[in-house]
């Protein structure tokens, strides 16, 4: 019984983890050629975490750990962040559908943070087949953006429904259709660019910790193809928070690996280009190259309203909420899940995204988890997968002051998910002799910091 258990969660991260590299463009086509069937298509995912979930604690009754587990700091975090989405639900009287589509928005990826951490500590198997899941499916997202800029027609997605109704097959910067701007299999160019910083610093800390394996020019070109590929994405993204935030990851990568000295050096000469750069930037503002890839501002045309000014718009009404509303709005109240209310409201913050949510007690305990995350994975950066995950988090963290980063389901499930692998692989989670399982098995190298 338990055997089988075990096989059947170690499946389902694995159809998690693929299924979300084709989630849009399978859940686009459904919706447009059979439109009864668009709540499953949209939902599987969730009901997928529900049976994981169920799943996860009959393995850990059978092992008798639920006590243990239920008992580490972590898990009650997780849970006390969804028991206040719960009373919250109580508390506000918000559209029930937007409320339905807020919960899950705002806790899917917490819950599989929770379920990988816990998995990967007690069941054979979690990590080691929801790293090549993982692997798999974000190759497949980053190989269709590269051929999306070198090989298919841009329109490529209008074939299998998107359009102005559902998903645009492509957006441009400003409407100048000379910089085109990718979705790949994602919703749109900005998690496509989320995406590659992750894939991006992932696959750099491989190449650091395991530089020992990479012997032969096979084994090297597999590297440099891969982050080629990535760097290529992240470009075509034309996604500004993202070029930030893969610099930023980049440069964590690099400070977290070399000497500490060196690191601050390197980190007071990065910020010091940084002011240089976006001086003589500012200066060129009127090269039309400049004015459109800097700045989205096309000097030729354009919309007559600038994405700047959105942003500037979006945070100010969400400051303005969340300080007048310290219980937040309630759930569903921003974001796509408000699109399906009578008061649509849009915040390009993730923070004030989740204040204007679950309020201020509800923001301070998403930032706690995400801090203690980050601290687990900075503490455990000799493994190349928390390396990886700390430096990526950086990026993405940055994105997260423009953009509602969590909001997309592929970056956030990804991100959050191997950051449960990562963790619960560690031993992180304290437990007897009776109920240790082997060590985890990749790899680790000698401390450079």
Request: neutral net charge; aromatic residues 8%.
């Given at each position: 019984?338990?055997?089988?258990v075990e096989?059947t969660i170690?499946?389902l991260?694995?159809?998690?983890?693929?299924?979300?590299?084709i989630?849009?463009?399978?859940?686009?086509?459904?919706?447009?050629?059979?439109?009864?069937?668009?709540?499953?298509?949209?939902?599987w995912?969730e009901?997928?975490?529900?049976?994981?979930?169920?799943?996860i604690?009959?393995?850990?009754?059978?092992?008798?750990?639920?006590?243990?587990?239920?008992?580490?700091k972590?898990?009650?975090?997780?849970a006390a962040?969804?028991?206040?989405?719960v009373?919250?639900?109580?508390?506000?009287d918000?559209?029930?559908?937007?409320?339905?589509?807020?919960?899950?928005?705002?806790?899917?990826?917490?819950?599989f943070?929770?379920?990988?951490?816990?998995?990967a500590r007690?069941?054979?198997?979690?990590?080691?087949?929801?790293?090549?899941?993982?692997?798999?499916g974000?190759?497949?997202?980053?190989?269709?953006?590269?051929?999306?800029?070198?090989?298919?027609?841009?329109?490529?997605?209008?074939?299998?429904?998107?359009?102005?109704?559902?998903?645009?097959?492509?957006?441009?910067?400003?409407?100048?259709?000379d910089?085109?701007?990718?979705?790949?299999?994602?919703r749109g160019?900005?998690p496509?660019?989320?995406f590659?910083?992750?894939?991006?610093?992932?696959?750099?800390?491989?190449?650091?910790?395991r530089a020992?394996?990479?012997t032969?020019?096979k084994?090297?070109?597999?590297?440099?193809?891969?982050?080629l590929?990535?760097?290529?994405?992240?470009w075509?993204?034309?996604?500004?928070s993202?070029?930030i935030?893969g610099?930023?990851?980049?440069?964590?990568?690099?400070?977290?690996?070399?000497?500490?000295k060196?690191?601050?050096?390197?980190?007071?000469?990065?910020?010091?280009?940084?002011?240089?750069v976006?001086?003589?930037?500012?200066?060129?503002r009127?090269?039309?190259?400049?004015?459109?890839?800097?700045?989205?501002?096309?000097?030729?045309?354009?919309?007559?309203?600038?994405?700047?000014?959105?942003?500037?718009?979006?945070?100010?009404?969400?400051?303005?909420?969340?300080s007048?509303?310290?219980l937040?709005?309630?759930?569903?109240?921003?974001?796509?899940?408000?699109?399906?209310?009578?008061?649509p409201?849009?915040?390009?913050n993730?923070y004030?995204f989740?204040?204007?949510?679950?309020?201020w007690?509800?923001v301070a305990?998403?930032?706690?988890?995400?801090?203690?995350?980050?601290?687990?994975?900075?503490?455990l950066?000799?493994?190349?997968?928390?390396?990886?995950?700390?430096?990526?988090?950086?990026?993405?963290a940055?994105?997260?002051?423009?953009?509602?980063?969590w909001?997309?389901?592929?970056?956030?499930?990804?991100w959050?998910?191997?950051?449960?692998?990562a963790?619960?692989?560690?031993?992180i989670?304290?437990?007897?002799?009776?109920?240790t399982?082997k060590?985890?098995?990749?790899?680790?190298?000698?401390?450079?910091?």
């Open positions: 019984m338990r055997g089988l096989q170690v499946w991260v694995v159809v998690v983890f693929v299924g979300m590299a989630h849009t463009p399978t859940t686009v086509f459904i919706e447009t050629h059979w439109p009864h069937l668009e709540l499953l298509a949209k939902s995912k009901l997928v975490l529900g049976a994981l979930l169920l799943l604690l009959l393995s850990l009754y059978k092992r008798g750990a639920l006590r243990q587990v239920v008992g580490d972590v898990v009650q975090l997780v962040i969804a028991v206040v989405h009373a919250l639900l109580l508390l506000f918000n559209a029930y559908v937007s409320e339905l589509a807020g919960l899950l928005i705002d806790l899917r990826f917490y819950l943070f929770v379920e990988l951490y816990v998995a007690y069941i054979p198997g979690v990590h080691k087949y929801g790293l090549r899941a993982a692997a798999v974000a190759a497949f997202i980053v190989v269709f953006g590269v051929l999306q800029v070198f090989v298919l027609p841009k329109d490529i997605l209008a074939s299998i429904g998107y359009s102005d109704a559902t998903i645009k097959p492509y957006l441009t910067v400003d409407l100048n259709h910089y085109v701007r990718i979705n790949s299999t994602l160019p900005n496509v660019g989320a590659a910083v992750l894939v991006l610093c992932v696959a750099g800390a491989w190449a650091i910790r020992s394996q990479l032969n020019w084994k090297r070109a597999q590297v440099i193809a891969t982050l590929a990535g760097v290529i994405v992240l075509a993204s034309y996604s500004r993202a070029w935030a610099a930023l990851g980049i440069a964590t990568l690099w400070a977290s690996v070399v000497p500490k060196l690191a601050v050096y390197s980190l007071i000469s990065m910020a010091m280009a940084s002011v240089i976006v001086g003589v930037l500012l200066q060129l009127d090269v039309p190259a400049i004015s459109n890839l800097v700045f989205h501002n096309n000097p030729v045309g354009g919309s007559p309203t600038k994405s700047d000014d959105g942003h500037i718009e979006s945070l100010e009404q969400g400051i303005e909420a969340a007048q509303a310290p937040g709005k309630g759930i569903g109240s921003t974001g796509s899940a408000s699109l399906l209310s009578e008061e409201v849009i915040i390009e993730q004030l989740m204040a204007h949510e679950s309020g007690l509800g305990l998403q930032l706690l988890l995400f801090g203690l995350v980050l601290w687990g994975l900075w503490r950066r000799q493994d190349w997968l928390s390396l990886g995950l700390f430096s990526a988090g950086i990026g993405l940055f994105i997260g002051l423009l953009l509602p980063v909001a997309d389901d592929t970056v956030s499930l990804y959050w998910g191997l950051a449960g692998l963790l619960g692989s560690s031993a989670i304290k437990s007897d002799e009776r109920v399982p060590p985890k098995s990749h790899k680790k190298t000698a401390r450079t910091t």
